[in-house]
């Protein structure tokens, strides 16, 4: 059977550096950074007491403060940026059929916050099981997909994908297998996660994965950077929608680009560290272009999962010049995390974003706070550093990777002429 083109016609973001789409493409651009010492909670006694947190966010604004209490913050964050998305596409909800509408959602924890308090004050009490009658469907990791649908009546395929930090790119690249296979006609897919919490910090900090670097916040992360000390947690949600192409020119939609392919693999190597040559990462960048049928030389730039960790970093530049060849010295390579810091099962979405604002608007945001060369990273790369560059973008890629050696990678497009 003939494949459907898949198109982006509706964009949403909320994240550490703006709380829209608009407001997080100029944070890009200027090299903004999102990290600052924690609000959520008192951090005094924790290792790092630093994210990337949402700023200025009253959900009040958005919705009732009766409903938003039945939500914990990651559905919260995920009503918010789908509902940006859906508005942007310009979507007619009153005569779309909504039996051909699906949201596929990506969580990497989901309702973390909502299960440590519920745990927390069962613990402070005197045993007897008293707990919110909204406390599981509050934490479940599926639950947010289903708000979105349950606001708007989409009657399609509707779930979450868990695969860590890949979650979200997982679900634009399921998004895209059920539109090309003429399953739906119209997906809204992302992901959205809320882990700057105590049980989030604390356990991360076990892992000593987070930077520590507590006296000098703002420039926390620094993918590539030779003094790079782990990754920032961040907060906050991408959405996107996702339309079959004819589907989408037949109603007159604005399209952002076109997603030509989707790419996964597994490291089958560590719990939580990538193999050190990258060969997962090397796997999942070649499945991803054969599945889009394009030749490594055609890629003008990559948004690397790049979270700022000591291994994960150059593993994935050793694999980016062993798929791209002596190509690799002409791709624009940039790590977002750099300034949103890492938003675990919601990157992929809002790094995705990124790429196709990229394609759109021929910049490409820097990675901010780099100072000192790593001597085990190329130095012909070009990781756009510090500032943002012109380019003509005509094909991007979005690399994504997660605890379990979860990688995912998504192609986009320039539409043509």
């Not at 630093?50 to 200025?56: G, T």
């Not at 987070?210 to 961040?234: H, I, M, Q, Y």
């Not at 979270?307 to 390579?333: M, Q, R, W, Y």
């Amino acid at each position: 059977m003939e494949l459907r083109r898949v198109v982006i016609t509706g964009l949403g973001a909320l994240t550490p550096i703006g709380n829209n789409i608009e407001e997080y493409w100029e944070g890009l651009v200027n090299g903004k950074s999102g990290a600052a010492p924690i609000t959520h909670f008192d951090a005094d006694k924790f290792k790092t007491q630093f994210a990337c947190e949402v700023k200025n966010f009253d959900v009040t604004q958005y919705m009732h403060r009766k409903e938003a209490r039945k939500l914990d913050k990651f559905a919260q964050y995920a009503m918010v940026a789908s509902d940006e998305a859906i508005e942007n596409s310009k979507l007619d909800l009153e005569n779309i059929d909504k039996t051909r509408v699906g949201v596929i959602w990506g969580a990497g924890i989901g309702g973390i916050e909502t299960f440590h308090n519920e745990v927390r004050d069962f613990t402070k009490g005197d045993g007897t099981p008293r707990f919110n009658p909204f406390f599981i469907p509050k934490m479940i990791a599926d639950i947010a997909p289903g708000h979105i649908s349950i606001k708007h009546g989409f009657m399609g395929p509707n779930y979450t994908t868990v695969s860590a930090c890949a979650s979200s790119a997982n679900a634009i690249i399921d998004a895209l297998n059920y539109i090309r296979l003429g399953h739906c006609d119209v997906i809204i897919t992302g992901g959205s996660e809320a882990a700057v919490t105590p049980s989030g910090v604390g356990g991360f900090n076990a892992l000593h994965a987070l930077s520590t670097n507590n006296e000098n916040v703002k420039s926390a992360s620094k993918p590539f950077d030779a003094n790079r000390d782990g990754f920032v947690l961040g907060e906050g949600a991408g959405a996107l929608v996702l339309e079959d192409y004819e589907y989408a020119k037949a109603r007159g939609a604005k399209i952002y680009a076109e997603v030509i392919g989707g790419g996964l693999s597994s490291d089958a190597y560590h719990m939580t560290a990538p193999h050190p040559e990258g060969i997962g990462v090397i796997a999942v960048m070649n499945n991803c272009l054969k599945n889009a049928g394009i030749k490594p030389e055609e890629v003008d730039a990559i948004n690397t999962h790049g979270t700022s960790t000591p291994l994960g970093d150059v593993a994935e530049l050793k694999a980016i010049g062993k798929v791209f060849g002596t190509h690799a010295k002409n791709i624009n390579i940039n790590s977002t995390k750099s300034m949103t810091g890492h938003l675990l099962g919601a990157a992929g979405a809002i790094e995705a974003i990124s790429a196709v604002l990229s394609i759109e608007k021929g910049i490409i945001p820097p990675t901010i706070n780099h100072t000192t060369a790593d001597i085990n990273i190329d130095p012909e790369l070009n990781l756009t550093l510090n500032k943002a560059q012109k380019r003509d973008v005509k094909i991007a890629m979005s690399n994504t990777f997660g605890f379990g050696g979860h990688n995912a990678c998504v192609l986009l497009k320039k539409m043509d002429e």
